[in-house]
């Protein structure tokens, strides 16, 4: 009933594509973490207009699910850059756009209002005393945010960026609704050919499962280091 | 050396200084007593600008600042010529004793490392913590922790060094180690400009007494003048409490 040398066939061949995904994520997190990062900005600092706006897509972020998100850029994208392609007088074809794009950018975008609370965060976590003892030491204003305060927000964010890495990985397993192959749509993919369904969805949440338990360890290690400076 | 002349400050409407003017001499030890929301806190913070005074001027030997046309230069001439030891002792938390005293010089003064730990090795073995360079304010009690605070204002050879309540936030046990320390460079001759409420420790290391209250000083002079021919009735009321042992109030008024 459970055929293991399917398991273990689908198991590697659903592993040739984890590089792809952890670099996929990878590249989605720190697009995130910018965004993210501009997005703290125009809230710390309340810059008008661009402050209103972003509390408008955050809300919407938080309030739509990232499959709905997905399908809005996934037919929405093209059109959209369409329309500027035509403005702006260059040539593009929405059939030869890789739906690739669209799932980093959407991504990026969702994952961005989580680091953008992550580093707020992190900012805060930061005692206003030090600031002001750096401040009453002679530092300016950049020479306090680079040598006092980054260097602790960083270590009061990395862990909250490492988790955010893992849901991302997992998250997209949604991908695929948009044709792009990461682990689950690779065991798919593989069950197509021979209808054995459960092994190869077997076969990926146990690639999902093994590559979180492991992220997890070295994050946890990583983190154990970094702290016992703080 | 210093002078501060006519500050006020307001918070919301709300006026904590009504016109301080205050002379330091080189070598003075002048204390701020009074009650507490009197706004001592306050003028000390405007002496470095971390607050801003609504009004007023402050005046070193070769350098004026009047605090209502500040350059943001002249803010940091003025912080690098004074240090500031913190009630909460405000170490940075990821760095090392050692790391906490060198890092304004370096950053500030643009010392070389070698040169700045150094100095930070003399300022330290100054407060007595030669055997925890290596410790981190989480692992040091709040009373080493605020002579570290010490020894890192000590390093920037600040013409005048402001202390800020630097022994409420300590248990009694830890009071001594932390006022020994500051009797020891009061004696070495830097200018210091005290907020406390150790009275006995006020009357015998300040050369100066300035008796604060709602916003205003009542009364300035020798530790002997204030404590203990004071001219003035307020004065006279608010020391009266620290003279008296406690005794438990058993009638309501």
């Known amino acids: 009933?459970?055929?293991?040398?399917?398991?273990?066939?689908?198991?590697?061949?659903?592993?040739?594509?984890?590089?792809?995904?952890?670099?996929?994520?990878?590249?989605?997190?720190?697009?995130?973490?910018?965004?993210?990062?501009?997005?703290?900005?125009?809230?710390?600092?309340?810059?008008?207009?661009?402050?209103?706006?972003?509390?408008v897509c955050l809300s919407f972020l938080r309030g739509t699910p990232l499959l709905v998100q997905l399908y809005l850029a996934y037919y929405g994208m093209p059109k959209l850059i369409l329309f500027f392609a035509g403005l702006l007088n260059f040539k593009f074809d929405p059939n030869q756009f890789d739906p690739v794009i669209t799932v980093i950018v959407s991504y990026s975008i969702c994952f961005s209002a989580f680091q953008s609370e992550?580093?707020?965060?992190?900012?805060?976590?930061?005692?206003?005393?030090?600031?002001?003892?750096?401040?009453?030491?002679?530092?300016?204003?950049?020479?306090?945010?680079?040598?006092?305060?980054?260097?602790q927000a960083i270590i009061e964010a990395l862990p909250n960026f490492l988790n955010s890495y893992l849901t991302i990985i997992k998250s997209l397993s949604l991908a695929f609704m948009v044709s792009v192959v990461d682990i689950l749509a690779k065991?798919?993919?593989?069950?197509?050919?021979?209808?054995?369904?459960?092994?190869?969805?077997?076969?990926?949440?146990?690639?999902?499962?093994?590559?979180?338990?492991?992220?997890?360890?070295?994050?946890?290690?990583?983190?154990?280091?970094?702290?016992?400076?703080? | 050396?210093?002078?501060?002349?006519?500050?006020?400050?307001?918070?919301?409407?709300?006026?904590?200084?009504?016109?301080?003017?205050?002379?330091?001499?080189?070598?003075?030890?002048?204390?701020?007593?009074?009650?507490?929301?009197?706004?001592?806190?306050?003028?000390?913070?405007?002496?470095?600008?971390?607050?801003?005074?609504d009004e007023g001027e402050i005046a070193f030997s070769d350098?004026?600042?009047?605090?209502?046309?500040?350059?943001?230069?002249?803010?940091?001439?003025?912080?690098?010529?004074t240090a500031m030891v913190f009630q909460q002792y405000n170490l940075f938390k990821n760095k090392t004793a050692i790391e906490n005293v060198m890092e304004a010089q370096i950053v500030v003064q643009k010392k070389s490392k070698k040169a700045a730990y150094e100095k930070s090795l003399e300022e330290l073995n100054r407060v007595g913590l030669a055997d925890k360079l290596d410790a981190y304010p989480s692992q040091l009690s709040g009373g080493q922790q605020q002579r570290v605070s010490i020894a890192r204002a000590?390093?920037?050879?600040?013409?005048?060094?402001?202390?800020?309540?630097?022994?409420?936030?300590?248990?009694?046990?830890?009071?001594?180690?932390?006022?020994?320390?500051?009797?020891?460079?009061a004696r070495s001759g830097v200018t210091i400009l005290l907020?406390?409420?150790?009275?006995?420790?006020a009357?015998?290391?300040?050369?100066?007494?300035?008796?604060?209250?709602?916003?205003?000083?009542?009364?300035?002079?020798?530790?002997?003048?204030?404590?203990?021919?004071?001219?003035?009735?307020?004065?006279?009321?608010?020391?009266?409490?620290?003279?008296s042992n406690y005794t438990k109030i058993t009638t309501a008024k």
Request: glycine residues 6%; positive net charge; contains cysteine.
């Open chain 2, 195 to 201: 907020v406390t409420h150790e009275m006995s420790f």
């Open chain 2, 1 to 53: 050396m210093l002078a501060l002349k006519n500050i006020h400050k307001s918070f919301n409407d709300h006026e904590i200084l009504k016109g301080i003017d205050l002379k330091i001499n080189k070598g003075d030890v002048v204390t701020i007593i009074g009650p507490s929301g009197t706004g001592k806190t306050t003028l000390l913070r405007c002496v470095n600008y971390l607050e801003k005074p």
């Open chain 1, 1 to 55: 009933m459970f055929e293991s040398n399917i398991f273990f066939q689908d198991f590697s061949g659903i592993l040739t594509v984890v590089p792809y995904t952890l670099g996929l994520a990878l590249l989605i997190l720190i697009l995130g973490i910018l965004i993210g990062g501009i997005l703290t900005l125009i809230d710390q600092y309340k810059i008008p207009f661009l402050f209103q706006v972003a509390a």
């Open chain 2, 203 to 243: 009357q015998n290391i300040s050369t100066k007494i300035v008796f604060m209250d709602q916003g205003k000083i009542v009364e300035e002079g020798p530790p002997s003048q204030i404590f203990n021919h004071s001219r003035e009735k307020r004065t006279k009321e608010f020391l009266s409490h620290f003279n």
């Open chain 1, 118 to 151: 992550i580093i707020r965060g992190a900012f805060m976590s930061v005692s206003y005393g030090q600031i002001e003892a750096a401040h009453s030491l002679g530092f300016s204003s950049v020479q306090t945010l680079r040598r006092i305060v980054i260097p």
């Open chain 2, 154 to 185: 000590l390093a920037m050879e600040p013409e005048i060094i402001l202390f800020d309540e630097p022994t409420s936030a300590l248990d009694p046990e830890l009071v001594g180690e932390v006022l020994n320390v500051i009797d020891q460079i």
């Open chain 1, 187 to 230: 065991a798919k993919l593989e069950s197509a050919l021979n209808f054995r369904y459960l092994e190869s969805f077997a076969a990926a949440a146990a690639v999902y499962w093994l590559l979180c338990a492991m992220l997890t360890v070295v994050f946890r290690r990583y983190e154990q280091n970094i702290r016992k400076k703080a």
């Open chain 2, 63 to 81: 350098f004026q600042l009047n605090y209502q046309s500040v350059k943001r230069k002249d803010i940091l001439r003025l912080r690098r010529r």
